[in-house]
């Protein structure tokens, strides 16, 4: 039942325009198509992947997990910011049931994308040539412009089935620490551009669609908290970064972040008591690395250094 038959699209076409079948959606994906690597970088094509839910007795509707999915295809051309994609022109609208790899993430199925679609999904409409500006033109196809514009409202980012159910897409996460102002004035000098650095940082991976936490002027036991607190819903699977903008010191080899309240002795005036101060008021970089390890199977973030 994965694939729909020509009659069974105008069925369920005709059912979607009269009203006489719910198709609620639930998620959507969307990727860069390349046309089976035909398309690199800025040529890229733009695709949707859409997920409804469709309440119907008939399973040749419904489908066994009563989910249909439309493969919709744009004349856009894939950006990274998603606000710069142009979604008004369609090329191809495929439909197709749920698959039975219930566990099937949806970049790796994009990896070869014409043979998935040619193999299961099935054209919904003719598209006119040129493609479909759907929003202008409804006519085309009332019942696929009516489920579109349910779809385009959606928010929920599918990122793989579980069982019959589908699981949330997490979004890569950043925690950035930006400490620009030192308590110790006499050993650590203010950082005026440490803030603006920070803010423009979080302001471009928002636009990349990550999930970002700026921490400013940190002591020691809030970068701690701060740490705990962002790993507290970390999941192993997840794009994860650390980013530190700030003073840092290096000692017998170890790295250390310093955070706004620490509190050294001058260096070259009390060089004995110097490295005991570090460790006592500053954190180490490993200490932050091995709790993202701890949290992640092992695998620490993403680091780097401003």
Known sequence: LRAFDNATIQKFLRKVDEGGISAEVVGFSEFPY??????QGANREIEREYWFEVNSDDAQLSGVDKLV????HYAGKWHNF???RDRSTITQINIRHTASCQEQAFW??????DKWREKYGRSILAIPAGGWKWEQHPEVSPAVYKLLSTAEKCTTFVRKRKGKQLEDFRKPRALIFAISNYDNKSCFQDLPNVFEDGTKLCKVLRQLEWEVSLKTDLSNSKMRDAIADFLESEKDEETCMFCFIGHGIMVNGNHYLVPKDAR???VHHNAANFESDVAGSCKPLQFVLDRFARKRSGRGPTAFFL
């Open 108 to 113: 790796r199925k994009c990896a070869d994308l």
């Open 264 to 266: 050294l002795e001058d």
């Open 34 to 39: 390349s046309r089976n690597n035909t398309l």
């Open 69 to 72: 999915i439309l493969h919709v």
């Open 82 to 84: 998603r606000d710069r």
